[in-house]
């Protein structure tokens, strides 16, 4: 069992706009603005989308957004596109430690 | 260009022990905090342990599923790597990755390697 909570999958049609949570407690995501996404596709390697809750890397959409409530951070994806069909891992430092959502599943229809 | 290259996975018995290397370029390795991370098949991201750059002494973390096990290590003059897996388990069978953090932030990781596949196995 992962330390952050994700749903297993989530959908959403071409154009449209979906939202990722990443759940986790007030040792984690409530405690630190140290929230990273990653797009992961099929047999190659995660590539890092956000991280510090809402900061894009150089070369990451801006279709991408970041965002924390409390203790869930959310990843917004924009005018979602086919090649967003992907897993989307989120991960939170955790004093000294990192912990990682066990992944969820976008399937663009 | 930054590049990782990591490499050293392969099949080992319950009980033996491996080393992974990481081979980086197209940075300057020694000041980067450097991380390895893995999946095991058809799983999510596991943390497994991180080792700071000169600039923070290079002090080292580790998962709690691997502490006492694994020790992870950096060559500087080599820009190299190092993971050495001791008293491997079955659930140590995974896919590990090197890892190069942004630093100053909350451990992302912006540069991955290709990863190299250990399998833990009679």
């Known amino acids: 069992q992962s330390a952050l909570t994700q749903p297993a999958s989530v959908s959403g049609s071409p154009g449209q706009s979906i939202t990722i949570s990443c759940t986790g407690t007030?040792?984690?995501?409530?405690?630190?603005?140290?929230v990273s996404w990653y797009q992961q596709h099929p047999g190659k390697v995660p590539k890092l989308i956000i991280y510090?809750?809402?900061e894009r890397p150089s070369g990451s959409s801006n279709r991408f957004s970041g965002s924390k409530s409390g203790n869930t951070a959310f990843l917004t994806i924009s005018g979602l596109q086919a090649e967003d069909e992907a897993d989307y891992h989120c991960?939170?430092?955790?004093?000294?430690?990192?912990?990682f959502g066990g992944g969820t599943k976008l399937t663009v229809l | 260009e930054v590049q990782l290259l990591d490499s050293g996975g392969g099949l080992e018995q319950p009980g033996g022990s491996l080393r992974l290397s990481c081979a980086a370029s197209?940075?300057?390795?020694?000041?980067?905090?450097m991380t390895w991370v893995r999946q095991a098949p058809g799983k999510g991201l596991e943390w497994v342990s991180t080792?700071?750059?000169?600039?923070?002494?290079?002090?080292?973390y580790y998962a709690d599923s691997v502490k006492g096990r694994f020790t992870i290590s950096r060559d500087d003059s080599k820009n190299t790597l190092y993971l050495y897996m001791d008293s491997l388990r079955a659930e140590d069978t995974a896919t590990y990755y090197c890892?190069?953090?942004?630093?100053?932030?909350?451990?992302?990781?912006?540069?991955w390697g290709r990863g190299t596949l250990v399998t833990v196995s009679s």
């Open positions: 197209g940075f300057t390795f020694r000041r980067y905090a």
């Open positions: 080792i700071t750059g000169v600039d923070r002494g290079g002090a080292i």
């Open positions: 991960s939170s430092y955790r004093s000294a430690t990192l912990v």
């Open positions: 510090d809750v809402s």
């Open positions: 890892t190069k953090m942004i630093p100053n932030s909350g451990w992302p990781f912006d540069y």
């Open positions: 007030n040792a984690d995501i409530g405690a630190y603005n140290h």
